[in-house]
Nanobody, 120 residues
Framework: QVQLVESGGGLVQAGGSLRLSCAAS????????MGWYRQAPGKQRELVAL???????NSAESVKGRFTISRDNAKNTVYLQMNSLKPEDTAVYYC??????????????WGQGTQVTVSS
């Protein structure tokens, strides 16, 4: 059974930084796209940043120049470096991965989420 476990969330003042990590574990054959999404209270979940299996990047306009996504394929881990944080970045951040287990087809998996709170 594949699991995605996030870490690194917390409370930070506006202008501060946090680094989120998401480690995938299980009977993993290959991982394709990995991404970070967030959901603020009363709002829909939205894409924050995505990194493909080939290393191509995509991110929301609201975080361009402030957030950087990266991955370590040897560790099956994706990171989100968040700088110049704003109160509007407050949300639960979720990791997502397109993962293939041995003998199985491709599936999308979600982590349990980690809270990021930015105080003004």
């Amino acid at each position: 059974q594949v699991q995605l476990v996030e870490s690194g969330g917390g409370l930070v003042q506006a202008g501060g930084s946090l680094r989120l990590s998401c480690a995938a574990s299980g009977n993993i054959f290959r991982i394709n796209d990995m991404g970070w999404y967030r959901q603020a209270p009363g709002k829909q979940r939205e894409l924050v940043a995505l990194i493909t299996g080939g290393g191509s990047l995509n991110s929301a306009e609201s975080v361009k120049g402030r957030f950087t996504i990266s991955r370590d394929n040897a560790k099956n881990t994706v990171y989100l470096q968040m700088n110049s944080l704003k109160p509007e970045d407050t949300a639960v951040y979720y990791c997502n991965g397109e993962i293939k287990e041995y003998g199985e087809s491709w599936h999308y998996y979600w982590g349990q989420g980690t809270q990021v709170t930015v105080s003004s």
